[in-house]
């Protein structure tokens, strides 16, 4: 058992959290309209994203411990790792692809459309149930409280989002307007609505007394292990099949004076209404009570306690078996609150100041960071900052965007200390987008 432990901790702590994505914060690159601000306008007349090319957007991470934080003197201490854990962990993953886009301006107006592919997940786990996992329930750090796993489970949600929208420049350019319609086509999810479990031994007589309830709603896992008779007409935005979702985003950007922009915006509000191949499995409120053995004698399997593991075993299983169901259900979709500030120092360089919320699965995770960005001509943009992920993990983004003719490059990541301290990082991420840009506008010098 502890053998796995071991793999389960090398494994997490390898991971590289969806942390916010900088890469967007430009108005060079179009995909800040659909992933950051919908009032942002790109500096060309005409825009185009076309797939394989197109780009991708990918992180992940851990918000408990790092690799490092369980080696003392080159010795894996599982002590320093549960030490380290914060009451409810996560480990956090995303890809983003934009598969299709186009955009076009006419004067103070731009126009948008496109497809993206999004694949996200979160599985939760607490502190007690790695305390309980190494110490066993009769450890006297653990012995007469609940140990608590209320909260653990996995959540995963695979869809395409098509959009169309647009923003509007007014006042002189000083106030910018967007909105974003979107038609969600959902593929697959795997969605924990509640999870409570717990176990507590009694330091009198050692009775354990465990309680639990959860509600799991699927949809699409049969059909993706049966790949070969996915109906493709479900996942085409017309098709009366299918699970399908609608939302918007929204978007300003004030320039009160030349020198300070103040932007907002509220990505991807709406939610997934799922039909096709769905299953739930509900388990209300239960409670069960055994006396007999200490649950680490179950974990080391003595011959002695044999009897007593398969009674304490059976009266689990006939106890929690979850209510079965078909029917269909909602959940609402991954958003970002965004509040940000910039202070445009000269024509080729500003620093910006922003707060993010963002949900995962009706998680919150919190973030604050600063962005400086230079240009060199029309040609090149670098950028780097500094950002607390979660109010608590300094992260360093850093990144480039490349205009080569037509041809747009842009390579980025949220963490470079993941590439120069691989071992002490809990976050990794890396974007790459390419695309093809044509009509540059003609910008006065408050813009360019």
């Given at each position: 058992m502890k053998r796995l432990i071991l793999l389960f901790v090398i494994l997490i702590s390898l991971e590289g959290m969806s942390q916010v994505n900088t890469y967007y914060f430009s108005d060079w690159s179009a995909e800040s309209q659909w992933n950051y601000n919908p009032a942002l306008q790109s500096k060309e007349k005409f825009f185009l994203y076309i797939p394989v090319l197109g780009g991708i957007n990918a992180s992940a991470g851990h918000t408990g411990f790092s690799y490092n934080d369980g080696i003392q003197d080159k010795t894996l201490s599982f002590s320093s790792l549960i030490d380290g854990l914060d009451d409810k962990n996560h480990l956090i993953s995303n890809v983003n692809s934009t598969f299709f886009a186009a955009g076009v301006k006419f004067g103070n107006?731009?126009?948008?459309?496109?497809?993206?592919?999004?694949?996200?997940?979160?599985?939760?786990?607490?502190?007690?149930?790695?305390?309980?996992?190494?110490?066993?329930?009769?450890?006297?750090?653990?012995?007469?409280?609940?140990?608590?796993?209320?909260?653990?489970?996995?959540?995963?949600?695979?869809?395409?989002?098509?959009?169309?929208?647009?923003?509007?420049?007014?006042?002189?350019?000083?106030?910018?307007?967007?909105?974003?319609?979107?038609?969600?086509?959902?593929?697959?999810?795997?969605?924990?609505?509640?999870?409570?479990?717990?176990?507590?031994?009694?330091?009198?007589?050692?009775?354990?007394?465990?309680?639990?309830?959860?509600?799991?709603?699927?949809?699409?896992?049969?059909?993706?292990?049966?790949?070969?008779?996915?109906?493709?007409?479900?996942l085409m935005p017309l098709s009366v099949d299918g699970n399908k979702g609608f939302g918007v985003d929204l978007g300003l950007t004030y320039s009160p004076v030349e020198k300070f922009t103040l932007e907002a915006s509220a990505t991807n509000l709406g939610s997934i209404t799922w039909k096709q191949d769905t299953e739930s499995y509900k388990l209300n409120d239960q409670e069960l009570a055994y006396s007999g053995f200490e649950l680490n004698e179950f974990i080391s399997g003595a011959d002695s306690t044999e009897s007593s593991i398969e009674q304490f075993t059976d009266s689990i299983t006939d106890l929690f078996t979850p209510e079965e169901s078909n029917g269909s259900f909602k959940t609402t979709m991954n958003h970002n609150i965004f509040l940000a500030g910039t202070i445009n120092f000269s024509k080729k360089a500003n620093a910006r100041v922003y707060f993010n919320s963002k949900n995962s699965f009706g998680e919150k995770f919190n973030s604050v960071g600063g962005m400086y960005s230079r240009k060199f001509g029309k040609t090149l943009q670098l950028r780097g900052g500094l950002q607390l992920f979660n109010m608590k993990d300094v992260i360093v983004p850093i990144g480039f965007i490349l205009n080569a003719g037509p041809v747009q490059l842009g390579l980025h990541t949220e963490n470079i200390l993941s590439v120069v301290q691989r071992q002490k990082t809990k976050y990794l991420s890396g974007v790459y987008s390419i695309s093809f840009r044509f009509g540059k506008e003609k910008l006065d010098k408050k813009t360019e």
């Amino acid at each position: 058992m502890k053998r796995l432990i071991l793999l389960f901790v090398i494994l997490i702590s390898l991971e590289g959290m969806s942390q916010v994505n900088t890469y967007y914060f430009s108005d060079w690159s179009a995909e800040s309209q659909w992933n950051y601000n919908p009032a942002l306008q790109s500096k060309e007349k005409f825009f185009l994203y076309i797939p394989v090319l197109g780009g991708i957007n990918a992180s992940a991470g851990h918000t408990g411990f790092s690799y490092n934080d369980g080696i003392q003197d080159k010795t894996l201490s599982f002590s320093s790792l549960i030490d380290g854990l914060d009451d409810k962990n996560h480990l956090i993953s995303n890809v983003n692809s934009t598969f299709f886009a186009a955009g076009v301006k006419f004067g103070n107006i731009q126009l948008r459309t496109g497809v993206t592919g999004n694949f996200q997940s979160r599985f939760t786990y607490t502190k007690d149930l790695f305390e309980l996992a190494w110490k066993g329930n009769g450890h006297e750090d653990v012995i007469g409280r609940r140990l608590s796993m209320d909260g653990t489970g996995f959540n995963t949600a695979s869809y395409l989002s098509y959009f169309l929208g647009g923003s509007v420049s007014l006042l002189d350019n000083k106030l910018n307007l967007g909105v974003n319609g979107k038609f969600y086509n959902g593929i697959s999810t795997a969605y924990t609505e509640s999870s409570t479990f717990g176990l507590l031994t009694s330091a009198d007589d050692y009775t354990i007394t465990v309680d639990g309830s959860f509600d799991v709603r699927t949809s699409g896992l049969n059909d993706l292990a049966n790949a070969d008779s996915l109906e493709i007409r479900r996942l085409m935005p017309l098709s009366v099949d299918g699970n399908k979702g609608f939302g918007v985003d929204l978007g300003l950007t004030y320039s009160p004076v030349e020198k300070f922009t103040l932007e907002a915006s509220a990505t991807n509000l709406g939610s997934i209404t799922w039909k096709q191949d769905t299953e739930s499995y509900k388990l209300n409120d239960q409670e069960l009570a055994y006396s007999g053995f200490e649950l680490n004698e179950f974990i080391s399997g003595a011959d002695s306690t044999e009897s007593s593991i398969e009674q304490f075993t059976d009266s689990i299983t006939d106890l929690f078996t979850p209510e079965e169901s078909n029917g269909s259900f909602k959940t609402t979709m991954n958003h970002n609150i965004f509040l940000a500030g910039t202070i445009n120092f000269s024509k080729k360089a500003n620093a910006r100041v922003y707060f993010n919320s963002k949900n995962s699965f009706g998680e919150k995770f919190n973030s604050v960071g600063g962005m400086y960005s230079r240009k060199f001509g029309k040609t090149l943009q670098l950028r780097g900052g500094l950002q607390l992920f979660n109010m608590k993990d300094v992260i360093v983004p850093i990144g480039f965007i490349l205009n080569a003719g037509p041809v747009q490059l842009g390579l980025h990541t949220e963490n470079i200390l993941s590439v120069v301290q691989r071992q002490k990082t809990k976050y990794l991420s890396g974007v790459y987008s390419i695309s093809f840009r044509f009509g540059k506008e003609k910008l006065d010098k408050k813009t360019e």
